[in-house]
């Protein structure tokens, strides 16, 4: 019996629903199922009934809530206390971001922290949202700068900071690379590389509803995971990509990067970005950090 199983046990037990505790929990379904089906193997006891529709617990699983609960809280209670003393005193200022918020936003806010707070060592882990923000809850990140979404943690605070400007990445060599502008309707029969949606799905959702406003359907030639990857395709002549334009810095020989014109009448779809910590942690440093967003955000964000 692992505490992790234990959390997962209760998630789903206020939730009544695995979807809704999956996303409190910062997890996927699956893994969540999984860990709730290895708590109640170790106990020797059925925790939950499913069915396809609804979720209820059992007399085991209702008296197991009931005494596991108020430890849960205590643990948690306890974990924010000591995370508190830790970076009250701490010199170390724990940062993850997405790719694009790491290559455009964090050399420019970063080289203003210095300034201001020149003491503070800062860690940037730079990963995809759906791993940042279990590290986040989990205590070890102390702000994040994610894709949000629906069904965060309510632990957690989160502000919108921008939205970023979609362009096409488009290898050197091609007609369209010298182009001001190009529209989705040029791309209609163009090879593109898209990302794995499970991992990045505000990527994945942005270009399938740019060509579908446009009355297309996208040409995918490639799935790939990592950002990186999906330039180093682009370059080596396998399709386009759509992008984020802070993508553009990730400096990659033989590509180039074109805006996106947007549809007769309609504005251009654009990707968020949103900053989170949390919110019963008290951290000076990170308080210092929030504080430059909201002073300069608009500089940071007139390249995106």
């Given at each position: 019996m692992e505490l992790e199983q234990l959390r997962c046990f209760v998630a789903v037990a206020e939730e009544l629903h695995f979807g809704r505790a999956a996303q409190k929990m910062g997890l996927l379904p699956a893994s969540l199922g999984r860990h709730v089906r290895l708590l109640e193997e170790s106990l020797g006891t059925r925790l939950m009934s499913r069915t396809t529709r609804s979720v209820s617990l059992t007399e085991d699983g209702a008296?197991?809530?009931?005494?596991?609960?108020?430890?849960?809280?205590?643990?948690?209670?306890l974990a924010e206390e000591?995370?508190?003393?830790?970076t009250q005193q701490s010199t170390v200022l724990r940062i993850g971001a997405i790719d694009s918020a790491a290559a455009?936003?964090?050399?420019a806010l970063l080289h203003d922290f210095r300034e201001r707070c020149p003491g503070i060592v800062t860690q940037l882990v730079e990963d995809?949202?759906?791993?940042?923000?279990?590290?986040?809850?989990?205590?070890?990140l102390d702000v994040v700068f994610i894709r949000p979404r629906d069904g965060l943690s309510r632990n957690l605070a989160v502000r919108i900071l921008i939205h970023e400007t979609p362009v096409i990445a488009?290898?050197?060599?091609?007609?369209?690379?010298?182009?001001?502008?190009?529209?989705?309707?040029e791309l209609g029969d163009e090879p593109l590389i898209v990302p794995e949606r499970r991992s990045r799905p505000h990527s994945y959702d942005l270009t399938m509803k740019l060509f579908k406003d446009a009355g297309l359907h996208p040409r995918i030639a490639q799935i790939a995971d990592e950002k990186q990857t999906i330039v180093n395709l682009v370059a080596a002549g396998i399709g386009s990509a759509i992008v984020p334009r802070w993508t553009a810095k990730?400096?990659?020989s033989g590509v180039t990067f074109v805006p996106l014109a947007s549809a007769e009448n309609a504005p251009l779809q654009k990707l968020p970005l949103a900053v989170a910590w949390t919110k019963a942690v008290r951290d000076s440093g990170r308080d210092q950090l929030l504080e430059l967003l909201d002073k300069n955000i608009a500089r940071y964000a007139e390249q995106a």
């Open positions: 008296a197991l809530l009931e005494e596991v609960r108020p430890l849960l809280h205590r643990l948690q209670t000591f995370r508190s003393r830790k455009g936003l964090i050399p995809k949202s759906i791993r940042l923000i279990p590290k986040l809850i989990a205590g070890r488009l290898p050197v060599t091609h007609p369209l690379a010298a182009c001001d502008r190009v529209s989705v309707d990730l400096a990659v």
